[in-house]
């Protein structure tokens, strides 16, 4: 009976030391994937704000060509009333008119160019309100 029992004792303490191998290659194989899951969501972090950062130069871009294409658009239409105005109405002094409207012009294009340089100057970690305005 005794005999039974250090055998049984034997075949215990076999067995807990291999399951504490397996504990020990269990763990590693844990700490190893935990190390692994790091590294990804730090590339995946870091891919993330390339991202969001070149995004915010596109819309700055887009931002500044709509804004060139509106004043094209604008120049255009303002040169087309001045042709019809001057071929309609020869016998009006028209420098006054069109000194003004350039002058408006100028100033609004002053004003638009002051406009996305004192935005960016927030920066882009400015959070969503600066590119919603």
């Known amino acids: 009976m005794i005999k ?3 055998e049984k004792a034997a ?3 076999s067995t807990s030391s291999q399951l504490k191998r397996e504990l020990s290659i269990v763990r590693s194989q844990l700490i190893n994937s935990k190390k692994d899951l790091d590294t990804q969501r730090f590339a995946f972090e870091l891919q993330l704000e390339v991202e969001a950062h070149r995004l915010l ?5 887009l931002e500044e060509w709509g804004v ?4 094209s658009g604008l120049s255009f ?3 087309c009333i001045m042709f019809v105005l ?3 109405y020869p016998e009006l002094n028209m420098s006054k008119l ?3 409207v350039n002058a408006q012009m100028d100033k609004q294009n002053k004003e638009e160019v002051a406009a996305p340089t004192a935005q960016k ?5 400015a959070g969503p309100s600066a590119v919603a305005s």
């Not at 130069?57 to 871009?61: E, K, L, V, W, Y």
């Not at 060139?68 to 004043?71: G, I, K």
Request: no cysteine.
């Open 4 to 6: 039974k029992l250090e």
């Open 11 to 13: 075949l215990s303490e």
């Open 57 to 61: 130069s596109r819309i700055d871009s």
């Open 68 to 71: 060139a294409e509106y004043n």
């Open 77 to 79: 239409y303002y040169d």
């Open 86 to 88: 001057k071929k309609e």
């Open 98 to 100: 069109e000194a003004r």
């Open 121 to 125: 100057s927030s920066g882009p970690d």
